[in-house]
């Protein structure tokens, strides 16, 4: 997925964040420089280049840049700013989103925290493709009644690398405007051990390609995974 023009700005300009590091490109500047930038950033940060292989050369800087926002305006809507003749690249995310692929976990509530994250992670691996805004809503209005949903805090059902994996989820969830009406009454599923503002979007055979029986006989009986699996 890439944008249609380079030189027209899509809805909020050309956005883009380092997630490693919290950079976001400067304010309303063209695609031209908003490349440089980031490309300087990198250089300021030699050390994170080795260890994340953040690529330095402009043509592949400009290839992410334009993902990010073509991404981006496809979430929102903004579809008149997309040329849709190719599919999103799991690159882009992957290069993000640069956490470690969660280990298979001992046993118990770690197994879970770990399958949980994975869903996530492939979806975000192989390009975050939602689904529809209508049945993320309807999803999520089932979580939140739902007495699975374990409210507070999300942090308190962490810990450690699973934190950091989640914050980088997070942000890639806000920077690609997935949002439901819900999302300031949901936490995270006490069965699954997923975070619910973000679980909703995901595609029905991502999450069951991490959900074993064991998993199942803990989700709530009117759970939307369970429902939407019997059709
Ligand atoms: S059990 Fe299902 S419906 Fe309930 S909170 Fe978890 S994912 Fe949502």
């Known amino acids: 997925m890439r944008l249609k023009s380079r030189n027209a700005f899509a809805p909020g300009g050309f956005q883009f964040t380092q997630p490693e590091t919290g950079w976001n490109a400067p304010k309303w500047q063209s695609f031209d420089v908003v490349v440089k930038e980031l490309i300087k950033h ?29 991404v981006r305006c496809r979430n929102a809507g903004y579809f008149d700013f997309i040329a849709q003749d190719s599919p999103p690249s799991p690159k ?39 689904v529809s805004k209508e049945k993320a809503e309807s999803r999520a209005g089932t979580c939140v009644t739902c007495p699975m949903n374990g409210k507070g805090d999300w942090t308190r059902f962490f810990t450690g690398p699973a934190v950091e994996m989640i914050k980088k989820q997070l942000a890639i969830k806000h920077d690609l405007r997935l949002e439901t009406s819900h999302d300031a009454e949901l936490g995270v599923c006490e069965a699954c051990m997923c975070q619910l503002t973000l679980k909703p979007w995901v595609p029905l055979e991502t999450i069951l390609h991490h959900t074993n029986d064991d998993m199942k006989k803990r989700l709530h009986p009117k759970c939307w995974i369970l429902s939407e699996s019997k059709q």
């Not at 800087?61 to 926002?69: G, K, P, S």
């Open 42 to 70: 990198r250089k300021g940060n030699p050390h994170l280049v080795k260890k994340h292989d953040w690529s330095l050369d402009y043509d592949t800087v400009a290839n992410e840049i334009d993902e990010y926002n073509a």
């Open 92 to 130: 882009l995310f992957l290069s993000r989103f640069q956490a470690q692929k969660p280990a298979a976990a001992a046993a118990g509530s770690m197994k879970r925290v770990a399958a949980g994250i994975g869903a996530l992670y492939e979806w975000l691996g192989s390009g975050a493709n939602p």
